[in-house]
């Protein structure tokens, strides 16, 4: 498998011999398979290559290796983050990858620092050791990122080895020395220290424990050293200190309560109310615009508004009582859950083509609708109007739906346990359908938070309900101008949504709502709903929310004519 790792001539060719071997050995690394150079990059960095960490040829060869490793990082957080929920295997891939590439340059970049106190021959190259003690915080940091998204395998994260990475930069006064350093996504350097990036792996840890969707957690990573730099850790325990945490050194923990135990010569407590000061300035300066991202990881301005919401929750000095919309019913009910928007449209429209193809058999001849997107009375939508309809498509559901236990419940959620979904995993933000039985409607929802159990084997879900019963339409994306005479003859652009009609209970939603793929369609866009009788022209308004991978949206109807009529 690794018959490209011979860049040298020899079969034992050892990328860390030198910088020449390192940089001929990513010379030879696939250019065009990342999921490849990352493994032949896990391999090289294997635990009997850098136990032998002790001079300085393998220090420069392994600083030599880092730049293609962290763009090699960076791509495959690209690819886990822009493979969409269209191709949730493949992004989970990379995400994966992304993360025991991390794994294993913190490991490795681990061993060289342990290395250093004994091996005379690196004494005097504190340049070259503040860069691999930099590199080392970074990759703790990413690894953190991922680690509610992915399968850990039954690892802890290493934290003693971190603080003792800081104790020993500490000890050389390298911790507050200025470095520049490189962040993903953003095209300047910037100035850090040692004590920063450690503080950013704590911090990383404190804000990051399930409650964000990946892309709303690369955002916060990514502006936490803008926002944590006033952030100190206290240079010794104070017992009269009313900061509301604190990090252990000595142990093999991150931050905890301040008060958790009594102070050893390890403990230092943190200050965080430069962090939520900053996270509140940042609140204020967004300001009431509107839901709209920025890019394709960006999150847009009422989604940074519900961030920070939840980050100043978590770094408040005293956590706020949280009034909870409804009473909390312990429950112990089975469901059979359905997990994205792509499955879910999928299995939707694999239950009503079945739905039609036997009401067909039974009534030969005879109409069939599937009504329930409403209006001021009610619009049909006719399975038999929708191309494809009255044949299985190939990605059609299987009909097979993995089953969770629903432990509580209330008028506004629900709180899942089960084993993890290892072919499709469960991450905050992403569309969920549940039921408990194949008679019963579907409720939707979306995951609000997700803690992992026994070692990632068993997940617990918050999930916040949507609506009952979601129905399956197609929307059409009507031309317009001369837009339509260039299109005219041509089948405009169609796609699928889901649709849930206005309830009074459990969850009450006021109003109609159509849940759509995110296509950049903004408020006030038109989209036309046409069954075999009727079109209707619909208008989208404000999002009440957006996430990856759908916009959940009222709309308004502004037309409703039969088709035939005369315009």
Known sequence: MFGFLTILGNERADPLAGVEAANAFCRALPQNDVLAAQEALCAALAEPNVRDASDMDRLRALLALDKEARALCDALLDGYISSGPQMPAMGQEAGQAAFELCRVLGRAHSQFLKAIPDGSKLEGSNEHVSLVALHYFQYRQT???LRPYVDEKSTRFPWKEVHDAFKFAQARDLAEVILPVNR??????ADTTLEREYLHVLLQDLVNGGHLPPTDALWVMAVMPRWSRAVKLKSRADPTSRDPVAVDM???SGIGAAHAKPAGTGRRTLDLSPLVKAMRDELASLGAGPERRLDGSTPGTAQRRRILAKLHVLCATERPLIVRRGERTPTAVTVEVVVGMTRILSDLRNEARQAVAAAVRAVAGEGVTVTGFGSLSELTVDPLSIPGAATSGGDSADGSHPSLTMVDRSDSGCRLHGPTLASN???????????????SPFMLGVVRWVKKRLAGKRVELGVEYLGRDPRRVVLVIPPSGAAADASSGSEPPRFAALYLSGNAKNPSL???TLVLPVRGLAPGDRLSVRSR????????KEALEEQAEFVWSPFAILEHRKNGDAS
């Open 184 to 189: 993903r996504g953003s095209p300047n350097a």
């Open 143 to 145: 690894e953190l990122l």
């Open 533 to 540: 009788k009727d079109t209707y022209t619909i208008q989208l």
């Open 250 to 252: 000595d142990g093999d």
């Open 425 to 439: 995993p469960i991450v905050p933000g992403v569309l969920i359908a549940f039921r408990d039985g194949p008679a």
């Open 510 to 512: 006021p109003m109609k």
